[in-house]
Antibody, heavy 119, light 111 residues
Framework: EVRLVESGGGLVQPGGSLRLSCAAS????????MSWVRQAPGKGLEWLSA????????YVADSVKGRFTISKDNSKNTLYLQMNNLRAEDTARYYC????????????WGQGILVTVSS | QSALTQPPSASGSPGQSVTISCTGT?????????VSWYQHHPGKAPRLMIF???KRPSGVPDRFSGSKSGNTASLTVSGLQAEDEADYYC???????????FGGGTKVTVL
């Protein structure tokens, strides 16, 4: 059974940093692209970043480029999202999602983790 | 990268059909047959309903179908059931520079 469990969320002040983790199990983690997607309160889904199975290639949405960094540790089956210089508009539920062999398609998602940016 | 355009809401009575459109550009929807649709109940993980424009993952009822014409993709839910009430999002691969983009979401209400 595929499981994705996010952690590391919480309350952070504007300008602060946070690192989200996503523990994966039930599939060969190193074989699949993984992504982070968020949903701000009352808003839709927004794709943020993706990393290839090996970790060699990363893709980042313009909205968070230069502030968010995605990475993965295949030895620990864990996906990360380092978020720096956080802003109020980064307040959202953050989901990790498993890619498939079809580009830009996610077949499993975590339950999400809440990040609140506020003073 | 602009979000794909979806109507904010759609509705239908039980047993009826509803179709949701998803309009992009030649750089995303029109350029690739990699359009997906996700069902999202608030507080739960999104669920993949359609991939590669019209394919259904195992376990998804055949009441859900997808299609595409030019820069616009569509999701049709036939034989609406109460449990189909949810938010639906389209997404499309957008090439190696932009990777992918979501639509703004459509709230489907079963009357």
């Amino acid at each position: 059974e595929v499981r994705l469990v996010e952690s590391g969320g919480g309350l952070v002040q504007p300008g602060g940093s946070l690192r989200l983790s996503c523990a994966a199990s039930g599939f060969t983690f190193s074989a699949y692209t993984m992504s982070w997607v968020r949903q701000a309160p009352g808003k839709g889904l927004e794709w943020l970043s993706a990393v290839s199975g090996s970790g060699a290639y990363t893709y980042v949405a313009d909205s968070v480029k230069g502030r968010f960094t995605i990475s993965k540790d295949n030895s620990k089956n864990t996906l990360y999202l380092q978020m720096n210089n956080l802003r109020a508009e980064d307040t959202a539920r953050y989901y990790c999602a498993k890619g498939t062999t079809v580009a830009g398609t996610f077949d499993y998602w975590g339950q999400g983790i809440l990040v609140t940016v506020s003073s | 990268q602009s979000a794909l355009t979806q109507p904010p809401s759609a509705s239908g009575s039980p047993g009826q059909s509803v179709t949701i459109s998803c309009t992009g550009t030649s750089s995303d929807v029109g350029g690739y047959n990699y359009v997906s649709w996700y069902q999202h109940h608030p507080g739960k993980a999104p669920r993949l309903m359609i991939f590669e424009v019209s394919k259904r993952p195992s376990g998804v009822p055949d009441r859900f179908s997808g299609s595409k014409s030019g820069n616009t993709a569509s999701l049709t839910v036939s034989g609406l059931q109460a449990e189909d009430e949810a938010d639906y999002y389209c997404s499309s691969y957008a090439g190696t520079n932009n990777f992918m983009v979501f639509g703004g979401g459509t709230k489907v209400t079963v009357l």
